[in-house]
């Protein structure tokens, strides 16, 4: 069965500092990462993705994330947070056997950047 | 444009009275379609999803359906509201293709009261 873990609920950070969101999953195959952001009372907003290639794949408003396969995790990562970067964040994995192109969705971390 | 619309964006609703909501897509046709709850703004339970025109699968039993009439049109309805149907009610749709991910509308809050 596919799965994708957030094993925390919320993340402290002061601005300015470097922030990591974690994320690992299990698949049966090859994995199709992908991390969203969720500002209050709104849709989820695509930041980045991983299908295949560099590890290290670079995102929008300054967000970047490393696959890393022998850990099976996916860690959002900025080098620099701002007030602005708090909201709630989502590592999801697709389904790849599900055909229907499926998403499964962590619990989601709430990143707070403190001023 | 790969834009969904969501309406309406927040709704209150007494129990036991009918639900209607409509999602509506624009873009690339025959679109994977998805009905996903989010309650107490956290965690996010995909209720059903539509690989095309009538075609619905339902992940989780409860007091929702949901119809597709229309390539670009996805319904979640409800005879008769619970209290515990308040939440977050978000569409989102991929196209068809491996390497997409979801976009998603902007959401209606449902208050049953």
């Known amino acids: 069965a596919q799965s994708v873990a957030q094993p925390e609920d919320q993340v402290n950070v002061a601005e300015g500092n470097p922030l990591t969101v974690k994320c690992t999953y299990s698949?049966?195959?090859?994995?199709?990462l992908f991390w969203y952001v969720q500002y209050p009372n709104r849709g989820l907003q695509f930041l980045l993705k991983?299908?295949?290639?560099?590890?290290l794949v670079k995102g929008s408003y300054g967000f970047e994330a490393e696959f890393n396969k022998s850990q099976t995790s996916f860690h959002l990562k900025k080098p620099s947070a701002l007030v602005s970067d708090s909201a709630l964040y989502f590592c999801?994995?697709?389904?790849?056997?599900?055909?229907?192109?499926?998403?499964?969705f962590g619990t989601g971390t709430r990143l707070k950047v403190l001023a | 444009s790969q834009t969904i619309h969501q309406w309406p964006a927040t709704l209150v609703q007494p129990v036991g009275s009918p639900l209607s909501l409509e999602c509506t897509v624009e873009?690339?046709?025959?679109?994977?379609l998805y009905w996903y709850r989010q309650a107490a703004g956290r965690g996010l339970q995909l209720l059903f999803y539509?690989?095309?025109?009538?075609?619905i699968s339902s992940e989780v039993p409860q007091n929702l359906s949901a119809s597709r009439p229309q390539d670009r049109q996805f319904i979640l309805s409800s005879k008769k509201l619970l209290l515990s149907d308040s939440g977050f009610y978000l569409c989102?749709?991929?196209?068809?293709?491996?390497?997409?991910?979801?976009?998603f509308g902007s959401g209606t809050r449902l208050t049953v009261v």
């Open positions: 999801a994995v697709r389904d790849i056997g599900s055909g229907t192109y499926k998403y499964i």
């Open positions: 698949v049966s195959g090859n994995p199709y």
């Open positions: 991983y299908i295949t290639g560099d590890n």
């Open positions: 873009g690339t046709s025959n679109p994977n």
């Open positions: 539509s690989v095309g025109i009538g075609q």
């Open positions: 989102a749709r991929t196209r068809q293709g491996a390497v997409y991910g979801y976009t």
